[in-house]
């Protein structure tokens, strides 16, 4: 019996390290809350010039020197500008699969799709990541046709 | 007086004339001129994606709630 007990307590304790280690995924309320904390961080990083858009739907760092300076998050306390893009785009990605699972396409359309969105939102000084890896103020880019 | 070239030394005359001007006819001017290529590599910058209303409804309700949502527009480009 206590065999079977130290089995038993032994396959818990593996399933709990196992959802332990893989985490439940965040619920779109919880996404939407992080996005929240992020969203001024974010949007002032956009108007220094340090932070941009991919066509990938994802925030990227201009310029690489500027990742590792200090950033302050609401609630949070201080991250690196590198830290916050690294957790804005993990929940992105969580966004575009449940989005993607919720509308049947794939992942890649629905942040093509973001990217579109981003793209279209943002700000004349702000810096757009295009296809080919170039850099390009979006006051720069030609009107779409 | 009259002095005359005899008709042998005009043959030698000539023969020296044209053993001396052959070298200078056979000088050739190699110029090796390899073919340059120049390859520029164009890539397109804009790529045009058709606006999938489904996915931008669902990004815009998702958002409305973070930023404040936007209509959809036809047509975009990344």
Request: with cysteine; hydrophobic share 35%; glycine share 8%.
């Amino acid at each position: 019996v206590s065999r079977m007990f130290s089995i038993l307590t032994l396959v818990t304790a593996m399933l709990s390290a196992s959802v332990a280690i893989g985490g439940e995924p965040p619920t779109e309320a919880e996404l939407k809350e992080r996005f929240k904390k992020r969203l001024a961080p974010i949007d002032g990083l956009k108007d220094a010039g340090k932070l941009g858009e991919t066509t990938q739907g994802l925030v990227e760092v201009v310029h690489d020197k500027d990742a590792g300076e200090s950033v302050t998050l609401p609630g949070d306390g201080k991250s690196t500008v590198g830290q916050l893009v690294s957790k804005e785009n993990a929940d992105r990605r969580k966004l575009y699969e449940i989005i993607g699972e919720r509308t049947g396409e794939t992942v890649t359309v629905v942040a093509q799709q973001a990217a579109i969105r981003n793209f279209r939102q943002a700000s004349p000084n702000h810096w757009l990541k295009m296809r080919n890896g170039q850099w390009v103020q979006k006051k720069d880019l030609p009107e779409p046709k | 007086m009259r002095h005359t070239i005899p008709d042998r030394d005009w043959f030698h005359a000539t023969l020296v004339v044209a053993a001396l001007s052959i070298p200078g006819c056979n000088i050739e001017h190699e110029v090796d001129v390899k073919p340059t290529q120049h390859t520029v590599k164009v890539e397109p910058i804009f790529m045009t994606i058709d606006i999938n209303l489904r996915v931008q409804r669902e990004l815009d309700e998702f958002y409305s709630d973070v930023v404040g949502g936007e209509p959809p527009e036809k047509g975009g480009e990344l």
